[in-house]
């Protein structure tokens, strides 16, 4: 059926690091956008990427959606014990179909 | 206070029973939609709702049913036919066409035993 896929599933690093995570779809994408849920919480919209080859930056977030509107990424620079919890990139399929993909777990080491 | 809220956030129910997930949003969202979240995996999709009196089945519909007889309200009820229905219910609303932002509630733990 209509997908993305995430990955990684799991990502451990020291608090410090940068982080990414990979969404990737094997037909275009109308739009895509990301979410983050902590531990115990529920998601909360991050953003929403439309235009190919789009960069946005939220502080040390950066989002990027590819030339071809197939894939996208999240990149955490010198990640922080705050950054601790789930991402998970979404999409919606005609019009108002939103589906999400299996999302990658961070953790943070102090 | 706008949002969206589920009620309640811990639900037991026996075996063979039907139970019914509230979802209620006052922020004049038009497109509503239901998640089922279990322990370490992704949101997968059980019915969406575009507009009122209206719904689509999502990834995973057996075992569930919806009404969308107002605008505010989407509730969920998990019926007997769903093989395991313990899980974590995550309602949410987007303002629909053109704007698909969501908004969630804090999620309902619903254990069958």
């Known amino acids: 059926g209509q997908q993305v896929m995430q990955i990684p599933q799991y990502q451990h690093v020291q608090e410090g690091e940068d982080f990414t995570t990979y969404c990737n779809s094997s037909t275009t994408l109308s739009n895509i956008q990301w979410y983050k849920q902590r531990p115990g919480g529920h998601p909360v919209f991050l953003i929403q990427?439309?235009?190919?080859?789009e960069v946005k930056k939220q502080k040390r977030l950066t989002f990027q959606f590819g030339e071809a509107k197939k894939n996208s990424s999240l990149h955490i620079t010198a990640t922080q014990t705050t950054d601790v919890g789930t991402y998970f990139c979404a999409t919606t399929w005609g019009g108002s179909r939103l589906t999400f993909g299996e999302g990658t777990q961070l953790t943070v080491n102090p | 206070d706008g949002g969206i809220t589920q009620s309640p956030k811990y639900l037991f129910r026996k075996e063979g029973q039907n139970v019914t997930l509230s979802c209620e949003q006052n922020?004049?969202?038009?497109?509503m939609y239901w998640y089922r979240q279990d322990p370490g995996q992704g949101l997968r999709l059980i019915y969406y709702s575009q507009i009122v009196n209206d719904f689509q089945k999502g990834d995973i519909a057996e075992g569930y049913s919806v009404s969308r007889e107002k605008k505010e309200s989407f509730p969920l009820t998990v019926t007997s036919a769903q093989k395991n229905p313990t899980a974590f219910y995550l309602c949410a609303s987007s303002p629909g066409q053109g704007s698909t932002e969501a908004f969630f509630g804090q999620g309902t733990r619903l254990t069958v035993v």
């Open positions: 990427l439309v235009k190919s080859g």
């Open positions: 922020l004049n969202h038009d497109a």
